[in-house]
């Protein structure tokens, strides 16, 4: 019989990896929480005239990356609905903002996500067909200042602080702007015609996108390509005056509260609601496919999609990506348990079983031997998932003291049953 197995594309989360993504989904709630962002969950899946519209029908996401499947109707009142996995939680949360009616609060909104996004893509390393995001979004009505450009520098300096948090440490912030959406439909007729010329030198995907798409062009990362891209206008040139200072505004806000930056004028994301501020945060760590994180502002996406006008900006993080940084930097790998109880027969279970839960209450991290092992077997178990071991026998239940090894510096000591909590939680020895 064929065995089973997850789904090309998808994998399982096993510990101790799955420490590390608990422990970065706490640091950027409590990172939220002092920014005042409070959590919206919105459905796995949405009519696929969401992302048709807001994400745009001619992106690599909407036109190639989609699950999307026909909802076929139980009853004669009901009709037939195209459903999609979502691909993005940006157009989820506008849609659940528009219909909400939460700009009728006249509050600005302030909210994150963390879930499972879906997009069939080919998998590599960092890069999967269902994939977990950490994302935020800054939206509301022209009155609650939803449009100003302290929003967009408030956001990336929340993303510095909580990249520093988490350790990553060697992160760039790269930013542009790329205007209204009247500029950046300038811009795409602009680039669209100096592109005809050079298209055909570039690759595959290239010459589609430069026809359909062509601030995708600019996303390239086939070398041969480079040096076209480089010779290619600029969008900074087919902004208007309003944008240019919008910019300028993010710019004087980051250079104050002392948040580092790289003006990169081919960062234009790929995502048709994009206007104004956009931004990826990069670590070399991560090779090629470098971004941690990216995002940006959509002024236009909720009148895009039937709502009123809400200005906003957001960003998504790939936990992946973060996961891959830390483990390769070695900032986070997940601390040893502090001991593992070994008791010497197995009249002793109980009186084993009674020492972890003290020990655990006291706030350690146990683990729980059988006394049905032999002792070989349980130091050789304990020395894999633990710092030290305590051996719990007769002697050591009757007088209170106990026996602890340290397996970095194999010292074995009595240690009286007052005292294991404060020598369990002290620093192994050097």
Same mark, same amino acid.
């Given at each position: 019989?064929?065995?089973?197995?997850?789904?090309?594309?998808?994998?399982?989360?096993?510990?101790?990896?799955?420490?590390?993504?608990?422990?970065?989904?706490?640091?950027?709630?409590?990172?939220?929480?002092?920014?005042?962002?409070?959590?919206?969950?919105?459905?796995?899946?949405?009519?696929?005239?969401?992302?048709?519209?807001?994400?745009?029908?001619?992106?690599?996401?909407?036109?190639?990356?989609?699950?999307?499947?026909?909802?076929?109707?139980?009853?004669?009142?009901?009709?037939?609905?195209?459903?999609?996995?979502?691909?993005?939680?940006?157009?989820?949360?506008?849609?659940?903002?528009?219909?909400?009616? =939460? #700009?009728? !609060? $006249?509050?600005?909104?302030?909210?994150?996500?963390? &879930?499972?996004?879906?997009? *069939?893509? %080919?998998?590599?390393?960092?890069?999967?067909?269902?994939?977990?995001?950490?994302?935020?979004?800054?939206?509301?009505?022209?009155?609650?200042?939803?449009?100003?450009?302290?929003?967009?520098?408030?956001?990336?300096?929340?993303?510095?602080?909580?990249?520093?948090? =988490? #350790?990553? !440490? $060697?992160?760039?912030?790269?930013?542009?702007?790329? &205007?209204?959406?009247?500029? *950046?439909? %300038?811009?795409?007729?602009?680039?669209?015609?100096?592109?005809?010329?050079?298209?055909?030198?570039?690759?595959?995907?290239?010459?589609?996108?430069?026809?359909?798409?062509?601030?995708?062009?600019?996303?390239?990362?086939?070398?041969?390509?480079?040096?076209?891209?480089?010779?290619?206008?600029?969008?900074?040139?087919?902004?208007?005056?309003?944008?240019?200072q919008h910019f300028a505004g993010v710019i004087a806000a980051l250079d104050a509260a002392g948040v580092p930056y790289t003006r990169n004028h081919r960062l234009v994301r790929g995502l048709d609601y994009y206007t104004r501020t956009t931004f990826e945060f990069t670590h070399g760590g991560l090779g090629a496919q470098n971004a941690l994180l990216g995002g940006g502002r959509y002024d236009g996406l909720s009148e895009a999609i039937g709502g009123p006008k809400a200005p906003g900006i957001g960003f998504a993080m790939g936990e992946d990506r973060l996961v891959l940084t830390l483990q390769a930097q070695e900032a986070a790998r997940p601390e040893p348990r502090h001991a593992y109880i070994a008791p010497l027969g197995e009249a002793l279970n109980p009186a084993a079983l009674a020492l972890a839960r003290e020990l655990r209450r006291g706030g350690l991290t146990v683990e729980?031997?059988?006394?049905?092992?032999?002792?070989?077997?349980?130091?050789?178990?304990?020395?894999?998932?633990?710092?030290?071991?305590?051996?719990?026998?007769?002697?050591?239940?009757?007088?209170?003291?106990?026996?602890?090894?340290?397996?970095?510096?194999?010292?074995?000591?009595?240690?009286?049953?007052?005292?294991?909590?404060?020598?369990?939680?002290?620093?192994?020895?050097?």
């Open positions: 019989m064929t065995t089973v197995k997850a789904v090309r594309g998808t994998r399982d989360l096993l510990p101790p990896e799955t420490a590390l993504w608990n422990r970065i989904e706490a640091t950027a709630r409590a990172v939220f929480a002092r920014y005042n962002f409070g959590e919206i969950r919105t459905p796995v899946f949405e009519d696929t005239a969401l992302f048709a519209r807001g994400v745009g029908e001619e992106t690599d996401i909407v036109s190639k990356e989609m699950y999307t499947w026909e909802d076929r109707a139980r009853a004669q009142s009901e009709k037939t609905q195209s459903l999609t996995l979502r691909p993005e939680n940006t157009a989820g949360v506008v849609r659940a903002y528009i219909e909400h009616k =939460l #700009g009728e !609060t $006249g509050q600005l909104q302030k909210l994150f996500y963390i &879930g499972p996004q879906f997009r *069939r893509e %080919r998998p590599q390393k960092g890069r999967y067909r269902q994939f977990s995001q950490i994302g935020a979004e800054v939206i509301g009505p022209t009155s609650s200042g939803s449009e100003s450009p302290l929003r967009d520098a408030e956001v990336l300096e929340m993303l510095a602080t909580l990249l520093d948090e =988490l #350790g990553i !440490t $060697g992160w760039t912030l790269h930013i542009n702007s790329v &205007g209204s959406a009247a500029d *950046r439909a %300038r811009y795409n007729e602009v680039l669209r015609e100096a592109l005809v010329p050079v298209a055909p030198r570039m690759c595959v995907d290239c010459q589609r996108r430069a026809v359909t798409n062509p601030l995708r062009v600019l996303d390239c990362k086939v070398p041969e390509d480079q040096p076209i891209i480089e010779a290619l206008p600029k969008i900074a040139d087919s902004l208007d005056e309003d944008s240019k729980l031997g059988d006394g049905n092992f032999r002792l070989k077997k349980s130091f050789e178990a304990a020395e894999k998932t633990a710092r030290r071991i305590v051996i719990l026998g007769e002697d050591e239940l009757a007088s209170g003291i106990l026996t602890v090894k340290e397996f970095a510096t194999g010292i074995q000591t009595k240690v009286p049953r007052s005292d294991l909590p404060a020598v369990l939680a002290a620093p192994v020895s050097a």
